[in-house]
């Protein structure tokens, strides 16, 4: 009868203990699913709208030189968003695009070629 009762009792805490592990687990990927999930809009954010990787010389040139894109404008109400020549992004994306700037354009940047949504 004791050698049973340390039988259950073995038993009953090797389930709690494997339910514990199980419960960690699922918290463990659960939280690995989050970051992985949103991992280009959370890069994006992180890095701004800034990757210009894509582009070429002159478009870079136009980008930083002749318009003077910045991924935050100083004036809040003189943002791309804003700006009739902004292109909205995508559902989910945190970068949209310009008509004349190429490249990733953040919605709350700005240039000195803003001009004001009719
Ligand atoms: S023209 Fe300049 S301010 Fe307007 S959307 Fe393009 S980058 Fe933004």
Do not use: H
């Amino acid at each position: 009868m004791r050698d049973q009762f340390s039988r259950r009792s073995f038993i009953r805490q090797t389930v709690s203990v494997g339910a514990v592990g199980i419960g960690a687990a699922a918290l463990l990927s659960a939280c690995g699913k989050k970051e992985g999930g949103g991992g280009k809009k959370k890069a994006e954010a992180a890095a701004g709208c800034t990757d210009v990787s894509g582009l070429t010389a002159p478009e870079k040139a136009m980008r930083t030189t002749t318009s003077k894109y910045m991924d935050v404008g100083p004036d809040p109400a003189k943002v791309c968003d804003g700006c009739q020549l902004y292109i909205a992004a995508k559902a989910g994306a945190a970068c949209g695009g310009c008509s004349v700037v190429k490249g990733p354009i953040a919605p709350k940047g700005t240039c000195n070629l803003w001009a004001k949504k009719a």
